[in-house]
């Protein structure tokens, strides 16, 4: 369930999982001691933020190294921004954004390891109703969706943040925030039908998941 | 969302997937989301869309934890290529914390420091940049041995690569940047040349002082030298071969001993650098060397 929530706690999605924290108002306090120069504040600070930042560069980039090198650099962003950092928004949510920008600079930068185009993803056909879906098939399926929408889907489903938060953190109205969502999910449904065993329902919805997603954004 | 009817009519006559999805996230508006709840009750092909949507928001919220499993009637799990697991986990944050740690400030542990000094990472721009020397480096010679490490396979230097950064007299405020990319990269005029120049490498590290915690301030994290360098390795595991259908700009791999320990170079065509020729410095746990204003190379050093 989304919305506001305490902060430090995990967070059930629409699909019932448990989530990622989104961070704690305790932050603040380790951001404090930070500014003042508490460098074993600053220790804790990055310990606290590393999982959730791994988390988001891990599945925005779909590769371990680069997320090893994204989370990294959006530690490095999060140092050197820290004192920009006015506490208008929560600690974790401006993380958040930097961390995927990271992660965007990371895709940007490792472009030899692009993903083919959704349209012409070859979905693994698995026979048998009962055959389960792998993990491993699920983070390929994701790391194929476009970049903007694959952020939107990650910072929901996997974060757990709201509308308003994913809105912020991706500067980007909450319609379209909502739209990429959707979009986003409904282009995972094909690969997940087609996990199930139902590879022809598969083929047709992965046409029309991906003329959505060719669309453009909804305001 | 604010007028369900809308949304109903978008989707001839049922929901469409913004609705559906903003419904299992509890973010519509509420006598939106009470209608939306109600149409889907009575409609069935509207609550099979809500439970495929729900199932794959499940399913990417399943990712949240290495090793966890998925849940649901037709999903199992198995580990997402995690193979040190949780512990492995704790050790790369442990390893990226400690390095970020050491990239901010040259303060003592303890002691406190300046945010807003750490070197950048090259993540804004994407400009790989050198670093000074390390005065604590220490001899390779003698690390190499004392550890019993080999010294790795050589790396390569990257797009973006700011090579004026990258001499010995570079920005001292230059970003740790250790991961390197190959996208256009430099090229030798032989194996020979590459050996005799990172034997000069080496020299001159070992000159640099006295000896220090390996890796020194400048340094990132091994973990994702390690990482990078064995994907390398696996990415031009036929480079050797290609070079000699593909002819000089192929990229190629070249033998080389480094302070008697046997290494292994990749080089790459097509890097343009501005760096001045035969500088050298260290980049995180490489050498890196500039030869003749268009060549480049980084040698993993080894610890």
Same mark, same amino acid.
């Given at each position: 369930?989304?919305?506001?929530?305490?902060?430090?706690?995990?967070?059930?999605?629409?699909?019932?999982?448990?989530?990622?924290?989104?961070?704690?108002?305790?932050?603040?306090?380790?951001?404090?001691?930070?500014?003042?120069?508490?460098?074993?504040?600053?220790?804790?600070?990055?310990?606290?933020?590393?999982?959730?930042?791994?988390?988001?560069?891990?599945?925005?980039?779909?590769?371990?190294?680069?997320?090893?090198?994204?989370?990294?650099?959006?530690?490095?962003?999060?140092? /050197?921004?820290?004192?920009?950092?006015?506490g208008?928004? *929560?600690?974790?949510?401006?993380a958040?954004?930097?961390?995927?920008?990271?992660?965007?600079?990371?895709?940007?930068?490792?472009?030899?390891?692009?993903?083919?185009?959704?349209?012409?993803?070859?979905?693994?056909?698995?026979?048998?109703?009962?055959? @389960?879906?792998? /993990?491993?098939?699920?983070?390929?399926?994701?790391?194929?969706?476009?970049p903007?929408?694959?952020?939107?889907?990650?910072?929901?489903?996997?974060?757990?943040?709201?509308?308003?938060?994913?809105?912020?953190?991706?500067?980007i109205?909450?319609?379209?925030?909502?739209?990429?969502?959707?979009?986003?999910?409904?282009?995972?449904v094909?690969?997940?039908?087609?996990?199930?065993?139902?590879?022809?329902?598969?083929?047709? *919805?992965?046409?029309?998941?991906?003329?959505?997603?060719?669309?453009?954004?909804?305001? | 969302?604010?007028?369900?009817?809308?949304a109903?009519?978008? @989707?001839?006559?049922?929901?469409?997937?913004?609705?559906?999805?903003?419904?299992?996230?509890?973010?519509?508006?509420?006598?939106?989301?009470?209608?939306?709840?109600?149409? *889907?009750?009575?409609?069935?092909?509207?609550?099979?869309?809500?439970?495929?949507?729900?199932?794959?928001?499940?399913?990417?919220?399943?990712?949240?934890?290495?090793?966890?499993?998925?849940?649901?009637?037709?999903?199992?799990?198995?580990?997402?290529?995690?193979?040190? @697991?949780?512990?492995?986990?704790?050790?790369? &944050?442990?390893?990226?914390?400690? &390095?970020?740690?050491?990239?901010?400030?040259?303060?003592?542990a303890?002691?406190?420091?300046?945010?807003?000094?750490?070197?950048?990472?090259?993540?804004?721009?994407?400009?790989?940049?050198?670093? /000074?020397p390390?005065? *604590?480096?220490?001899?390779?010679?003698? /690390?190499?041995?004392?550890?019993?490490?080999?010294?790795?396979?050589?790396?390569?230097?990257?797009?973006?690569?700011?090579?004026?950064?990258?001499?010995?007299?570079?920005?001292?405020?230059?970003?740790?940047?250790?991961?390197?990319?190959?996208?256009?990269?430099?090229?030798?005029?032989?194996?020979?040349?590459?050996?005799?120049?990172?034997?000069?490498?080496?020299?001159?590290?070992? &000159?640099?002082?006295?000896?220090?915690?390996?890796?020194?301030?400048?340094?990132?994290?091994?973990?994702q030298?390690?990482?990078?360098?064995?994907?390398?390795?696996?990415?031009?595991?036929?480079?050797?071969?290609?070079?000699?259908?593909?002819g000089?700009?192929?990229?190629?791999?070249?033998?080389?001993?480094?302070?008697?320990?046997?290494?292994?170079?990749?080089?790459?065509?097509?890097?343009?650098?501005?760096?001045?020729?035969?500088?050298?410095?260290?980049?995180?746990?490489?050498?890196?060397?500039?030869?003749?204003?268009?060549? &480049?190379?980084?040698?993993?050093?080894?610890?």
């Amino acid at each position: 369930v989304a919305g506001r929530r305490p902060s430090g706690v995990d967070q059930v999605t629409a699909g019932g999982a448990t989530t990622v924290s989104g961070g704690s108002d305790e932050d603040m306090a380790l951001v404090n001691q930070v500014r003042a120069g508490d460098r074993r504040a600053l220790e804790a600070l990055l310990h606290g933020q590393y999982p959730r930042l791994w988390a988001v560069c891990r599945q925005m980039t779909g590769h371990d190294a680069d997320a090893s090198d994204a989370t990294q650099n959006a530690m490095m962003a999060i140092v /050197r921004g820290l004192p920009g950092f006015d506490g208008r928004s *929560r600690f974790a949510t401006w993380a958040y954004r930097v961390a995927v920008n990271a992660s965007l600079d990371e895709i940007r930068r490792r472009t030899r390891r692009a993903t083919d185009p959704l349209d012409e993803m070859t979905l693994p056909v698995v026979d048998g109703a009962d055959q @389960g879906i792998d /993990r491993v098939q699920i983070d390929a399926a994701l790391r194929r969706l476009p970049p903007d929408y694959r952020a939107a889907v990650v910072l929901r489903d996997l974060c757990g943040l709201d509308y308003a938060e994913i809105a912020e953190v991706l500067e980007i109205p909450p319609g379209t925030v909502r739209s990429r969502i959707s979009r986003g999910r409904a282009a995972l449904v094909p690969f997940l039908d087609a996990q199930a065993g139902h590879p022809g329902k598969a083929k047709t *919805r992965q046409s029309s998941s991906s003329a959505a997603l060719r669309s453009g954004d909804r305001p | 969302v604010t007028d369900l009817s809308d949304a109903v009519r978008q @989707g001839r006559g049922h929901l469409d997937d913004e609705v559906i999805s903003a419904l299992l996230d509890d973010e519509l508006p509420t006598v939106v989301r009470d209608q939306a709840d109600r149409h *889907r009750s009575g409609c069935a092909r509207c609550r099979q869309r809500s439970d495929e949507l729900g199932r794959a928001a499940m399913s990417v919220a399943a990712l949240a934890v290495p090793g966890s499993a998925l849940t649901g009637s037709a999903l199992t799990g198995s580990a997402l290529p995690d193979p040190a @697991g949780a512990a492995g986990h704790r050790s790369r &944050a442990d390893l990226a914390v400690a &390095a970020v740690l050491r990239a901010c400030a040259d303060a003592p542990a303890s002691g406190p420091f300046t945010l807003g000094e750490a070197r950048s990472s090259g993540t804004d721009t994407g400009t790989v940049r050198g670093l /000074r020397p390390n005065p *604590r480096a220490g001899s390779l010679r003698r /690390r190499t041995r004392g550890a019993g490490v080999l010294v790795g396979v050589a790396a390569v230097v990257g797009a973006g690569l700011a090579v004026g950064g990258l001499h010995s007299g570079a920005d001292p405020a230059g970003p740790p940047r250790s991961v390197i990319l190959a996208s256009s990269l430099g090229s030798f005029s032989s194996p020979t040349s590459l050996r005799s120049t990172l034997e000069a490498t080496v020299a001159s590290i070992d &000159a640099t002082g006295p000896a220090g915690a390996p890796g020194g301030t400048e340094s990132v994290p091994c973990h994702q030298e390690a990482a990078r360098t064995a994907e390398l390795a696996a990415a031009t595991a036929a480079v050797p071969a290609a070079s000699a259908v593909a002819g000089p700009e192929a990229n190629f791999a070249a033998p080389v001993e480094l302070s008697g320990v046997p290494a292994e170079v990749f080089t790459f065509p097509r890097l343009s650098v501005a760096g001045a020729a035969g500088t050298v410095t260290r980049v995180g746990t490489y050498a890196v060397v500039v030869e003749d204003g268009t060549c &480049a190379v980084v040698a993993r050093l080894g610890w």
